[in-house]
């Protein structure tokens, strides 16, 4: 009993980490995307925000039913504070990308880690959400690939965004790789390699690997 506890704390730590880097990135796609190199790019930021931010209220619910929580859900007005620092500060087109990119890219592996895991209680609530992010993904890895590519000075911002997006991702995957009660509990399969899922999709962002991981 007390070890479905721990798991049960570690998947609503889990899933508010991603709620609130969802609701983060949907801010910031609201915020900076108005701002976008061409009307297409604004318009598509503008749409995905308001799947960001859906996801994130999605989640905060699932966490409620997870504390038992009955009745009416909380109106959500921030995130708890578990956002990864590189999705808060956000402040341009390059590091919109850069965040958007690397964090979702990280929370793809865990949830479809999750789906492998094949737990019932979590099958149900994230296949449909993994589905609609996919759209999120193709267009934050589109612009990441054409940033990667440009002249100037851009390739070498954008490098630098990406790395450190990337390395604070990676850092939180380790963690939850480390909550060996995620996997007991069969939230998560037995010896999981999220960081390898992130490393791999991120070498795909230019002909030749530039992420380096630490």
């Not at 604004?42 to 997870?66: K, P, V």
């Not at 590189?86 to 979702?104: G, M």
């Not at 995957?173 to 399969?189: A, F, I, M």
Request: charged content about 20%; proline content about 3%.
């Amino acid at each position: 009993m007390e070890q479905r506890q721990s798991a049960v704390h570690s998947l609503i730590e889990l899933l508010e980490t991603i709620a609130d880097n969802k609701y983060v990135l949907g801010d910031r796609l609201v915020e900076v995307g108005v701002s976008g190199p061409n009307l297409e790019a604004t318009l598509a930021s503008i749409a995905m925000a308001q799947g960001e931010l859906g996801h994130a209220r999605l989640l905060y619910n699932w966490c409620f039913d997870l504390r038992g929580l009955k009745g009416k859900k909380p109106e959500i007005y921030r995130q708890t504070g578990k956002a990864l620092a590189s999705a808060v500060n956000v402040h341009n087109w390059i590091t919109l990308i850069a965040a958007l990119y690397a964090t979702n890219t990280a929370i793809d592996a865990v949830l479809q880690s999750a789906l492998d895991a094949n737990h019932p209680a979590i099958v149900s609530r994230i296949q449909k959400l993994i589905r609609e992010q996919q759209d999120h993904l193709v267009y934050a890895k589109h612009w990441a690939q054409q940033l990667a590519h440009e002249r100037g000075a851009v390739p070498h911002r954008f490098r630098a965004a990406l790395n450190a997006a990337a390395n604070e991702a990676a850092a939180w995957l380790k963690e939850v790789e480390s909550k060996e009660e995620l996997q007991q509990e069969g939230y998560l399969p037995n010896g999981v390699k999220l960081v390898e899922r992130l490393q791999q999709e991120l070498k795909t962002v230019a002909a030749e690997p530039f992420v380096q991981l630490k």
